[in-house]
Antibody, heavy 120, light 109 residues
Framework: QVQLQQSGPGLVKPSQTLSLTCAIS?????????WNWIRQSPSRGLEWLGR?????????DYAVSVKSRITVTADTSKNQFSLHLNSVTPEDTAVYYC???????????WGQGTLVTVSS | QSVLTQPPSASGTPGQTVTISCSGS????????VNWYQHLPGTAPKLLIY???QRPSGVPDRFSGSKSGTSASLAISGLQPEDEADYYC??????????FGGGTKVTVL
């Protein structure tokens, strides 16, 4: 059974970088699947942010809305992947989720969610 | 403003059938499959339907999905109190990548 455990700070100051990590158990970050970051806020609803997947090399796809500010990385030694979102503003306040899978088979499971507040 | 359009709410009494619509365009639902997620407050979203009409193992057959053209729908038959939740459709958009509906809150009366 695949499980995703998220970690990271719940408060980030404006203009700084939001960083979250998703630790994987029951699967490998370099297996034949994708690893996604998704967020939910009252103003923007559910929003897919980006993903990484391995296929002889690492690939990354990012949502247009955050493409200039986002980086998703994978750490095979720790079997985890991370989200880094720089130059955050209060608009980036949301519950952030990690999730496994490609769209074709649906995203499952999801991490437990992390509420990140951007405030000084 | 979500890319996919869902009604904000739906309701029914126990045992009834509730249907939720999801409207998109030729750049998303019209060209890819649709997934549905159930979201209970305080928990992580759960995959309910994938590839338009496929149920992951463990999802009751009371939940069914369909797609036609640029629209999709989720039906919950034999509505039960534990079905009270928010439901989201999701598709892959050419250029925008993953896109969601705004969610439909289902209330069991």
């Amino acid at each position: 059974q695949v499980q995703l455990q998220q970690s990271g700070p719940g408060l980030v100051k404006p203009s700084q970088t939001l960083s979250l990590t998703c630790a994987i158990s029951g699967d490998s970050v370099s297996s034949n699947t994708a690893w996604n970051w998704i967020r939910q806020s009252p103003s923007r609803g559910l929003e897919w942010l980006g993903r990484t997947y391995y296929g002889s090399k690492w690939y990354y796809d990012y949502a247009v809305s955050v493409k200039s500010r986002i980086t998703v990385t994978a750490d095979t030694s720790k079997n985890q992947f991370s989200l880094h979102l720089n130059s955050v503003t209060p608009e980036d306040t949301a519950v952030y989720y990690c999730a496994r899978g490609y769209h074709a088979n649906g995203w499952s499971p999801w991490g437990q969610g992390t509420l990140v507040t951007v405030s000084s | 403003q979500s890319v996919l359009t869902q009604p904000p709410s739906a309701s029914g009494t126990p045992g009834q059938t509730v249907t939720i619509s999801c409207s998109g365009s030729s750049s998303n639902i019209g060209r890819t499959t649709v997934n549905w997620y159930q979201h209970l407050p305080g928990t992580a979203p759960k995959l309910l339907i994938y590839a338009n009409d496929q149920r992951p193992s463990g999802v009751p057959d009371r939940f069914s999905g369909s797609k036609s053209g640029t629209s999709a729908s989720l039906a919950i038959s034999g509505l039960q109190p534990e079905d009270e939740a928010d439901y989201y459709c999701e598709a892959w958009d050419d250029g925008l990548n993953g896109v969601f509906g705004g969610g439909t809150k289902v209330t069991v009366l």
